[in-house]
């Protein structure tokens, strides 16, 4: 890895800040942070922007007092914002006296918002025009403000009151004539968000209609700000990591795999792997229940396995699915009762599926009786987890839980407790113990 | 639902094409079907292109012919491609013939080139300057042919052997000097990909460097064709999409959830759901081998289900976060050795940290033996768990599998039998059987 340290502070030259990026985020973090301390200033200015908010934060540890102002001046108002949740209040309070007026300004609107809202990542930062103006006017205003402004693709237009009229995109100043007002060029449909929308919603909205940007508007539909379709892209990117990793009943790490120490990983899986190993012994308790059944026919414990495993993967099956779906908004929690319509049918078919086959093997190699345990166990377990594994992500959402918590794993503990119970309850009933 | 069919079709004022295409992704097939049929012709021209494939190929089988062609015409060469793709062979050679020259030209340029690759997904409508213009023979040349091109606000820089020099931004053009040379305005650092290069390696990139959209070049460098950021995010949504599917053990249904019926959702899992069942059964083996073990001390059994799910947590845990650092280009399958010490190291310390409490609750309700072989089978299962979930991903990857089929589902399946074969060899060894 030393290699790695020298490779990329002596390389001034490569001014890929992407790839420079990438390297870091590969270097546990002692390394990492000696590499940013060792990085010339040049390149510093290059990458800074794409670094994550700690490293960048590391990266103002160690620079002059000037450079510290400049890097922050220069950063966009949604990502310094970014940068200023992974730093302590009293730090953050005696950067913010040092920014200009403006940007100082700017971070304090987006600051007003909560977390994970539009108001959050927008910029505050872009050029309006009045329906009034012609084309000329437009692009004039356009050049004499272009250095205020994150992007001026998309251009919205308000009244005297800042009350959002619409907006029009540089395209149409560069195509239209000189003298045609900007009224005329607004586009339609007409999208907006409020800055107090969710993120992933504000996202999805700019995703699906092909936007380069959506305007913010708050109370009054007044213009405060204008979501960017870059910034989208990351929050989009954030929230399938997010989703992903608790599917997988972890926390998510919140940063690049190699760069968190392995400390932080067990961090991000004790609490939910304690959790459901807290929930699983549930299943001892179902099984010692059930212990004279077991001691009577030692061979029902062959199939307590693979039966609550097929459990658990049908109901995880669904769960995923519906989580899916539910993040892309084609399931609303007024669903519930057409899913679990839909879930428990395909629930049905699987397990009858399974369980036919099931018949005809263990009949063959065990017994009848047996067989018949498993086939019935099979298509009620089946059945079951679908019902499950769909209808926990939507209860979720319900009570406000993120759905995605409720996924794959918390599923196939639930199932695997009332899979032994059917289990041993059609054990009982057909073996007449 | 006969509500919703009515609240469509009688709304051609609403001309919002995402509302009404995600309400009729809600919708079952036949009543989408027979949705679609109602629907006034200026709504399908609206909506036309929010519509999944399935449903445009639905829509051009019910419009009249002159309609087919302009709804053909008006979609950019990338969605017709994928169009195309839902249709029958002969109809698609008979709608070609039917394209102007021009954009059958541009469909038969993409469909050269392999699915999921950047050259299936860019436009080959595009504005090309050369280096030698001026800023305004380069605004001259947007203008002259804006409606040729998917956007304007990238314009690729090439030489008059088509090779690609860089690209300059509409917003360079309108604030440069008019006389000013292309050469001049031209973007650092360049970025570019190969047609043949896989469609989320490129939308990584645009992500990653913001990007509106990046040029695609054959060989020698020869200038093809723009991937737009719109395009880019679909790529991404539909590659996570997947991933997720398949971390659910689940094929992608590649559509809406209620726009599917019951029996493709059947399709969609039970080729895993069987293919886990018959890996499962390898449980029912282990087991019986140990059957004299399990009729000396049934009560073993008891910690069957628990051992197991706790080991197939583990599992997941770690196969959810390589294969998410997986997509996201973290890690390379050369980081094998470095991932599976990492994991290795994670699994050790959950592995402990359970099996210590385990044997103080275990000792306490049942005894020291099987508190000592529930520890030690929680060390070992927790270990190998998180060495499986981190290597089978990466193996995939080599062998050039999609490393999401093998995650979670898959993972906990091979840690069950394993972990009852780890956990019968202790208990054996402990008890002296």
Same mark, same amino acid.
């Given at each position: 890895? +030393?290699?790695?340290?020298?490779?990329?502070?002596?390389?001034?030259?490569?001014?890929?800040?992407?790839?420079?990026?990438?390297?870091?985020?590969?270097?546990?973090?002692?390394?990492?942070?000696?590499?940013?301390?060792?990085?010339?200033?040049?390149?510093?200015?290059?990458?800074?922007? *794409?670094?994550?908010?700690?490293?960048?934060?590391?990266?103002?540890?160690?620079?002059?007092?000037?450079?510290? $102002?400049?890097?922050?001046?220069?950063?966009?108002?949604?990502?310094?914002?970014?940068?200023?949740?992974?730093?302590?209040?009293?730090?953050? &309070?005696?950067?913010?006296? *040092?920014?200009?007026?403006?940007?100082?300004?700017?971070?304090?609107?987006?600051?007003?918002?909560?977390?994970?809202? /539009?108001?959050?990542?927008?910029?505050?930062?872009?050029?309006?025009?009045?329906?009034?103006?012609?084309?000329?006017?437009?692009?004039?205003?356009?050049?004499?403000?272009?250095?205020?402004? @994150?992007?001026?693709?998309?251009?919205?237009?308000?009244?005297?009151?800042? +009350?959002?009229?619409?907006? =029009?995109?540089? @395209?149409?100043?560069?195509?239209?004539?000189?003298?045609?007002?900007? *009224?005329?060029?607004?586009?339609?449909?007409?999208?907006?968000?409020?800055?107090?929308?969710?993120?992933?919603?504000?996202?999805?909205?700019?995703?699906?209609?092909?936007?380069?940007?959506?305007?913010? =508007? @708050?109370?009054?539909?007044?213009?405060?700000?204008?979501?960017?379709?870059?910034?989208?892209?990351?929050?989009?990117?954030?929230?399938?990591?997010?989703?992903?990793? +608790? /599917?997988?009943?972890?926390?998510?790490?919140?940063?690049?795999?190699?760069?968190?120490?392995? %400390?932080?990983?067990?961090?991000?899986?004790?609490?939910?792997?304690?959790?459901?190993?807290?929930?699983?012994?549930?299943?001892?308790? =179902?099984?010692?229940?059930?212990?004279?059944?077991?001691?009577?026919?030692?061979?029902?414990?062959?199939?307590?396995?693979?039966?609550?495993?097929?459990?658990?993967?049908?109901?995880? *099956?669904?769960?995923?699915?519906?989580?899916?779906?539910?993040?892309?908004?084609?399931?609303?929690?007024?669903?519930?009762?057409?899913?679990?319509?839909?879930?428990?049918? %395909?629930?049905?078919?699987?397990?009858?599926?399974?369980?036919?086959?099931?018949?005809?093997?263990?009949? %063959?190699?065990?017994?009848?009786?047996?067989?018949?345990?498993?086939?019935?166990?099979?298509? $009620?377990?089946?059945?079951?987890?679908?019902?499950?594994? &769909?209808?926990?992500?939507?209860?979720?959402? $319900?009570?406000?839980?993120?759905?995605? =918590?409720?996924?794959?794993?918390?599923?196939?503990?639930?199932?695997?407790?009332?899979?032994?119970?059917?289990?041993?309850?059609?054990?009982?009933?057909?073996?007449?113990?």
């Amino acid at each position: 890895m +030393r290699q790695k340290v020298v490779d990329i502070t002596n390389r001034p030259t490569d001014s890929d800040p992407i790839k420079i990026a990438a390297e870091l985020n590969r270097l546990e973090p002692k390394k990492r942070a000696r590499t940013l301390q060792q990085m010339p200033t040049e390149m510093i200015d290059a990458v800074f922007w *794409q670094l994550e908010p700690e490293d960048q934060a590391v990266v103002l540890d160690n620079v002059p007092h000037d450079q510290v $102002i400049r890097l922050l001046e220069s950063m966009d108002p949604d990502d310094r914002v970014h940068l200023f949740q992974a730093m302590p209040a009293d730090l953050i &309070s005696r950067l913010m006296t *040092q920014l200009s007026p403006r940007e100082r300004h700017c971070t304090e609107l987006l600051l007003a918002y909560p977390k994970e809202t /539009a108001g959050r990542i927008m910029t505050p930062e872009f050029i309006r025009l009045k329906p009034g103006m012609t084309v000329s006017d437009g692009l004039a205003e356009v050049r004499r403000h272009r250095d205020k402004a @994150e992007t001026i693709y998309v251009l919205p237009v308000s009244d005297d009151a800042m +009350r959002l009229v619409g907006v =029009v995109e540089l @395209e149409d100043l560069v195509l239209a004539e000189p003298d045609e007002r900007i *009224q005329k060029l607004i586009r339609e449909p007409q999208y907006s968000v409020s800055a107090w929308d969710d993120q992933e919603v504000t996202a999805r909205l700019i995703q699906a209609a092909d936007l380069f940007a959506v305007p913010v =508007v @708050e109370k009054d539909n007044r213009l405060v700000g204008l979501v960017t379709v870059d910034d989208a892209m990351d929050v989009l990117q954030s929230e399938e990591t997010e989703d992903i990793a +608790r /599917a997988g009943a972890t926390e998510p790490i919140g940063r690049a795999y190699f760069s968190v120490s392995p %400390v932080r990983l067990v961090r991000s899986r004790i609490v939910w792997l304690s959790l459901l190993a807290l929930a699983g012994t549930l299943t001892v308790n =179902v099984l010692s229940a059930f212990e004279t059944t077991l001691e009577a026919v030692v061979s029902l414990a062959l199939f307590i396995p693979l039966l609550i495993g097929i459990g658990g993967n049908t109901g995880a *099956q669904s769960a995923t699915t519906i989580v899916r779906a539910m993040a892309t908004e084609e399931i609303h929690t007024g669903d519930l009762l057409r899913v679990l319509l839909r879930e428990g049918l %395909v629930g049905l078919i699987l397990g009858a599926l399974l369980g036919i086959i099931a018949f005809l093997v263990v009949s %063959v190699i065990f017994d009848r009786d047996i067989a018949l345990i498993v086939t019935l166990t099979l298509i $009620i377990i089946c059945t079951l987890a679908s019902l499950v594994g &769909s209808s926990m992500p939507l209860f979720a959402r $319900i009570v406000g839980v993120d759905p995605a =918590v409720v996924s794959a794993p918390v599923v196939t503990t639930v199932v695997d407790a009332t899979g032994l119970l059917v289990y041993f309850l059609i054990a009982a009933t057909v073996l007449g113990l």
